[in-house]
């Protein structure tokens, strides 16, 4: 683990003042603590210090690295991905184009469904170079945590091999990667009966995802149409008694009382949130849980987006995660879906840039080393070809980064 001075940063965002306040709400610009002029050193992986002006004799050492004047910033964390499945599902987006609504498209064998068919069908070989070549896809907008779901294969066996091909996806690149158990995402057709289905993903495969350590969190789709809140009780019950963290789809078609379920259950995260009653997002706030906004998913399936006035004055911490899936959301690209956040959600530029880092680490619970460049954090950092945050928001995400670093090592 190489130690690197990164000089002649033209403008650095640490993301300092929230790390040390621990505070994820209220964000303002001067809460990004962006210095101009600026050094970083990183050594063993971590951020050893940062500052502007003249760099210390201590560092001043170390191998320099020249940023050109450009923006440095941590790497991004996306939250919400889905990135293990079989085939594809772009025909569905060119039908949908040419008038034809989602129930046709459900009636002609598509949806979840599909991809539930072709990611059982699907070699764990071949479903592991696609999970690949996804990350290399983040990973070339800067994201450098993921949170990547299963949901495909939706019964015990098939939901475990998915999670193996994320196991050794993790060994593989370098990311971090935090795992999800998608066990309830879509009936599918194996099981005649809803609840001998949630039955068997409850008893058959969370005992056997524990035992393994399998995943740092079990999740469900709890929405109108797939499931209740009443419907998915016994299987979060079954993920809390055997110790197994919770986060979830909530309220992305109508208020289901999905948000206020995640408080009561400590989720991590509710995400999707459109049609979130008040008293869910306040009950969320309360909870410490965060709010995982989607906009991708709006913008891409023509959906009304989320309003982040009503986060903002219950004091509900927001991200910003991509939703990347193969049918209602095949964007991949972070910077993307942060600049669409601020357009369409209505979160200021800065309270975006936190959607995707701090507030994402939080997300995760990884913010005591995650979405931050602090000292003692982990050296997850992007030298952009921009030159300031504000041009970052503004071009959404066209712009490759010139380097991305995880743990200190270019990648
Ligand atoms: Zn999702």
Redo the contacts with the bound molecule.
Sequence with gaps: MAKILVFNIGSLVTLETLAKEKRHVAISAEDLSIKSNAWLAVGQGKILASGTGVVPPIYAQFPQLDAKGRLVTPGLVDA?T?PVFGGDRTHEFAARLDGKTYQDIAKAGGGIKYSIRTTREASSGDLLDRCLGLLKTFLRHGVTTVETKTGYGQNAKEEIRCLEVLAEAKKRVPQTLSVTCLGLHDQPKDFADKSEYIKHMTEELLPEVKRRGLADWVDAFVENGYFSVEDVTPYFAKAQSLGLAIRL?ADEFAPSGAAEAAAHWGAASA?HMQKASDAGIKALAESGGVAVMLPATSFYTKIPYADAARFRERGCPIAVAS?F?PGSCYLSNLPFVASLSALYCGLSPYEAFVGVTWNAAKALRLEARKGALAVGYDADFVIHELNTLEQWIADFGQTDPSAVYCAGVKV
């Design positions: 919400h889905h789809h995400d939703d899936n």
